[in-house]
């Protein structure tokens, strides 16, 4: 069975940096895309960050660019999301999601790690 | 890519049948998924592909349309089918649409 379990998430002031971590298992992590959506309160769902297999090729939202790096280590099944000069509205349910398959959606969520940025 | 789902809400009773729409700003092809999110929970992923059913989906749950429209249909309405529904593509990148609130009266 698929397992997602974020860590590393809280609070934070404004400027600051963090990082989350997402422990995977359950599959052959090294296989799949993994990425980063949030959610912020009272808002929908939003792309963050996406990275392929091999961590090589990263992807990020503009909001988002050049303040976080994606990551991940294959051998540790864990990926990571570098956050830094957080802003309020980064505030946010971080989820780390697992894609289906190449273009395909995220068929695995873990439960979501939630990031307030406020002083 | 820009993704516009409609009825921002839609309250229907149960046995009903509920239609919601999404609509790309540009063709997305048929790479376009359906998730349910209710409260508390984790988003489900539906639909991938437009019209393929992920796996322990119901048949009451359906996905149609290609290019730029497309549609989630919910047969059969039951009181658990209350959530919010997003549509997300992922042609070029990644995008969610706003999503659609199903309230069941």
């Known amino acids: 069975e698929v397992h997602l379990l974020e860590s590393g998430g809280g609070l934070v002031q404004p400027g600051g940096s963090l990082t989350l971590s997402c422990a995977a298992s359950?599959?052959?992590?090294?296989?799949?895309?993994m990425a980063w959506v949030r959610q912020a309160p009272g808002k929908g769902l939003e792309w963050v960050s996406a990275?392929?297999?091999?961590?090589?090729?990263?992807w990020y939202a503009d909001p988002v660019k050049g303040r976080f790096i994606i990551s991940r280590d294959n051998s540790l099944y864990t990926l990571f999301l570098q956050m830094s000069d957080l802003r309020a509205e980064d505030t946010a349910i971080y989820y780390c999601?697992?894609?289906?398959?190449?273009?395909?959606?995220?068929?695995?969520w873990g439960q979501g790690m939630m990031v307030t940025v406020s002083s | 890519i820009v993704l516009t789902q409609s009825p921002v809400t839609l309250s229907l009773s149960a046995g009903e049948r509920a239609i919601l729409s999404c609509r790309a700003s540009q063709s997305v092809s048929s790479f376009l998924a359906w998730y349910q999110h209710k409260p508390g929970q984790t988003p489900r992923l539906l639909i991938y592909?437009?019209?393929n059913r992920a796996t322990g989906i119901p048949a009451r749950f359906s996905g149609s349309g290609s290019g730029t429209d497309f549609t989630l249909t919910i047969s059969g309405l039951e009181p658990d089918d209350s959530a919010v529904y997003y549509c997300q593509q992922r042609s070029t990148g990644w995008t969610f649409g706003q999503g659609t609130r199903v309230e069941i009266k």
């Open positions: 359950g599959f052959s992590f090294s296989t799949y895309g």
């Open positions: 990275l392929n297999d091999n961590g090589l090729a990263t």
């Open positions: 592909e437009a019209s």
């Open positions: 999601v697992k894609e289906q398959g190449y273009r395909l959606p995220f068929d695995h």
